[in-house]
């Protein structure tokens, strides 16, 4: 649905919501690194990949928590800190930060009642469990997505459908809520600054059985990212490696697109 015009429309909304969480993030002492796409648009573009849709940001846990309570007071009129907690429709593991009076349908998301304002991704990170204690906590995040979402997995296999939907029956609502506090409070019990290994637990199967070196992360160093500048990894290129191989390489023209399934997106809603 992307045009050139309506993707660097986009673009630019989401640097100007990615600028307001790096001041949040600089006036309270708060570490952020740009993650994923992102992170391979300023380090192969020094901006978004031409074709990114998005902008993904990552926060050590214990930063996540600093910032959720600094955008009480510090986030400005007009933008949303968005969570399971501020909208309990909104059913993902990782939090955003939306622009009031603007709108980003993603399919499957549309009849959710939620805010769906023009977003920027945060992703947590946490420690890593020890190597014997790996597979449960992937296990266990996994489970911890499944009843938030509150819908059987998809595109997995018949077997992850079925067995998704058992989990899901035997549950009542108020259960599933319970379940999935209780998940989150075994995957996340891990201190990130006492973890040599750090993973992310609020993505893909895939990423969440990746195990970056938190030495990578460090304290992050700033990066040209279009006119301004934003904080990514001490090292990042053994965390891009880890995700998309050879990242540097750009992929064939026909998979130049963006990756995200929006079906409208609005710039001005009015008040």
């Given amino acids: 649905?992307?045009?050139?015009?309506?993707?660097?429309?986009?673009?630019?909304?989401?640097?100007?919501?990615?600028?307001?969480?790096?001041?949040?993030c600089e006036k309270n002492g708060i570490r952020y690194f740009?993650?994923?796409?992102?992170?391979?648009?300023?380090v192969r573009h020094d901006g978004f990949i031409p074709w990114d849709d998005d902008i993904d940001i990552m926060m050590p846990y214990p930063?996540?928590?600093?910032?959720?309570?600094?955008?009480?007071?510090?986030?400005?009129?007009?933008?949303?800190?968005?969570?399971?907690?501020?909208?309990?429709?909104?059913?993902?593991?990782?939090?955003?930060?939306?622009?009031?009076?603007?709108?980003?349908?993603?399919k499957g998301m549309a009849?959710?009642?939620?805010?769906?304002?023009i977003f920027v991704d945060i992703y947590p990170?946490?420690?890593?469990?020890?190597?014997?204690?790996?597979?449960?906590?992937?296990?266990?995040?996994?489970?911890?997505?499944?009843?938030?979402?509150?819908?059987?997995?998809?595109?997995?296999?018949?077997?992850?459908?079925?067995g998704s939907n058992f989990l899901l029956k035997t549950k009542t609502k108020k259960s599933k809520a319970r379940a999935q506090q209780k998940l989150f409070k075994k995957i996340s019990q891990y201190n990130y600054d006492d973890s040599e290994n750090v993973v992310c637990l609020d993505s893909s199967i895939v990423k969440m059985?990746?195990?970056?070196?938190?030495?990578w992360f460090g304290d992050g160093v700033m990066h040209k990212f279009g006119d301004t500048e934003f904080m990514i990894p001490e090292n990042p290129d053994p965390i891009l490696k880890k995700v998309y191989g050879d990242y540097m390489t750009l992929p064939p023209e026909e998979a130049r697109k963006p990756h995200h399934d929006f079906v409208d997106v609005k710039f001005d809603c009015g008040k």
């Avoid at 949303?80 to 009076?101: A, G, H, W």
């Avoid at 009849?111 to 304002?117: M, Q, R, T, V, Y």
């Fill in 34 to 42: 740009l993650a994923y796409g992102t992170l391979i648009g300023a």
């Fill in 1 to 24: 649905m992307f045009d050139t015009e309506l993707m660097q429309n986009l673009q630019n909304v989401q640097l100007e919501i990615a600028e307001v969480i790096k001041r949040i």
């Fill in 125 to 162: 990170i946490y420690g890593a469990a020890p190597p014997n204690k790996r597979k449960l906590q992937i296990f266990r995040a996994m489970k911890r997505a499944l009843y938030l979402l509150d819908e059987p997995v998809k595109n997995h296999g018949t077997v992850m459908r079925l």
């Fill in 111 to 117: 009849e959710k009642n939620i805010h769906h304002g």
């Fill in 209 to 215: 059985r990746t195990e970056y070196k938190r030495e």
């Fill in 63 to 106: 930063d996540l928590l600093k910032f959720e309570q600094a955008c009480k007071t510090d986030l400005p009129d007009g933008y949303f800190y968005q969570s399971p907690q501020t909208d309990l429709e909104y059913r993902l593991s990782i939090m955003r930060v939306c622009k009031d009076n603007t709108l980003l349908l993603e």
